[in-house]
């Protein structure tokens, strides 16, 4: 079973600043079959990007997807209101499918 | 696209249950589903997928034996049959579409229901 650690467990920044969230893996996702999802209470959760670096149809360009093999990176350039959530990492590579345990992003 | 779960329930351990989730706005026959959980605090779990034609299926260790995944393509709904309920089983259940339509399991979930909390216990 490949093994999803997301850092850090909490990120508290402000309106506008970049949000830095990592994604590592036990071993290598083949094929860079790593996705990201934004979780809201009481929501459907959202996929972000694909494929490790592909945005989801309607998603804004602040969100960036990056990285390969067992290091991934999810990159908000500017923080909205709405962007403040919990982020999730799911690899698609191998059976079990398993996420990441999330990284929330709050208000500082 | 829409994905709409049925309704919270509460149960007691040992107990069975049925969850529904009615697709529509896709050819639902083309897309593999799936069921993923949040048990209260903790991240999200892959439960079950199902192939489009309802042929192929994949169980996380944790429910195989216990939960069936089963499909209706005429009626465009997902199904996910929960036996010998167990307290950790307690979460909140979404239904998931895949991405693209193929008979691989190896795709993302583009669209999810809003969830159906289980709860189990005495």
């Known amino acids: 079973e490949i093994v999803l650690t997301q850092s850090p467990g909490t990120l508290s920044l402000s309106p506008g600043e970049r949000a830095t969230l990592s994604c590592r893996a036990s071993q290598s996702v083949t094929s860079n079959y790593l996705a990201w999802y934004q979780l809201k209470p009481g929501q459907a959760p959202r996929l972000l990007v694909f494929g490790a670096s592909s945005r989801a149809i309607g998603i804004p360009d602040r969100f960036s997807g990056s990285g390969s093999g067992a290091d991934f990176t999810l990159t908000i350039s500017r923080l909205e209101p709405e962007d403040f959530a919990v982020y999730s990492c799911q690899q698609y590579a191998a059976s079990p499918w398993t996420f990441g345990q999330g990284t929330k992003v709050d208000i500082k | 696209v829409q994905l709409v779960q049925s309704g919270g329930y509460f149960v007691q351990p040992g107990e069975s249950l049925r969850l529904s989730c009615a697709a529509s706005?896709?050819?639902?026959?083309?897309?593999?589903m799936s069921w993923v959980r949040q048990a209260p605090g903790k991240g999200l779990e892959w439960v079950s997928s199902?192939?489009?034609?309802?042929?192929?299926?994949d169980y996380a260790d944790s429910v195989k034996g216990r939960f069936i995944i089963s499909r209706d393509n005429a009626n465009n709904t997902l199904y996910l049959q929960m036996s010998t309920l167990r307290a950790d089983d307690t979460a909140v259940y979404y239904c998931?579409?895949?991405?693209?339509?193929?008979?691989?399991?190896?795709?993302?979930?583009?669209?999810w229901g809003r969830g159906t909390l289980v709860t189990v216990s005495s």
């Open positions: 998931a579409k895949a991405i693209f339509g193929s008979q691989s399991f190896s795709l993302p979930f583009d669209n």
């Open positions: 706005g896709f050819t639902f026959s083309l897309h593999g």
């Open positions: 199902l192939s489009g034609s309802g042929a192929k299926t």
